[in-house]
């Protein structure tokens, strides 16, 4: 059974930096693509940056050259560094892995995700 917890979510001003980790475990695959998703309250959840098992790393137009995604599969553990935070990246920070489907900007379908972890939040004001 495959469990990701998160952390590193925290508040922080606008400006500053947060990482946040994925520890990943029970795995007997490399995932298609591992992400890390979003969702404030009233909204939905959306994608912010992935990594697919190539190592092709995409992100939201609104995360481009702020949040970098890495992975470490010694550690089995998935990262996002966010730089330049702005109140707009407030949410509740998930990340997720999937096993089947297209790689790449298919990522991005949420739907397809089979595991997901609780989320950690991230306050910027």
């Known amino acids: 059974h495959v469990q990701l917890v998160e952390s590193g979510g925290g508040s922080v001003q606008a400006g500053g930096s947060l990482r946040l980790s994925c520890a990943a475990s029970?795995?007997?695959?490399?995932?298609?693509?591992m992400g890390w998703f979003r969702q404030a309250p009233g909204k939905e959840r959306e994608g912010v940056a992935i990594?697919?098992?190539?190592?092709?790393?995409i992100y939201a137009d609104s995360v481009k050259g702020r949040f970098t995604i890495s992975k470490d599969n010694a550690k089995n553990t998935l990262y996002l560094q966010m730089n330049s935070l702005t109140p707009e990246d407030t949410a509740m920070y998930y990340c997720?892995?999937?096993?089947?489907?297209?790689?790449?900007?298919?990522?991005?379908?949420?739907?397809?995700?089979?595991?997901w972890g609780q989320g950690t939040q991230v306050t910027v004001s």
């Open positions: 997720a892995a999937k096993s089947r489907g297209g790689g790449g900007v298919y990522c991005f379908r949420t739907y397809e995700y089979s595991s």
């Open positions: 029970g795995y007997s695959y490399n995932p298609r693509c």
């Open positions: 990594i697919d098992s190539a190592g092709t790393t």
